[in-house]
């Protein structure tokens, strides 16, 4: 194996990472602004306050992406196992 393929393999392995956090990190910091932009317009500064918002919002973008999520890191792993052969050369 030479350092040019484990290198594109680690981007690739990387990428899909990225992939898979995104759609919960994306619903955090979307609910985390709205509920700091409430939080500022009604100058309530309780911390409990944007907790409850993100835990819930995060858990639905978790079931609805989740089948999405599931085939992403299916097809990440066979095509790791079909051609492991290849890579042990």
Partial sequence: MSPEFITGYFILAIKTAVLLAAPMLVAGLVIGVLVSMFQAATQINEMTLVFVPKILGVAVVLMVFFPWM??????????????LPMYLR
């Fill in 70 to 83: 599931l085939n992403l890191i299916v097809v990440f792993t066979e095509n790791l196992f079909k051609d």
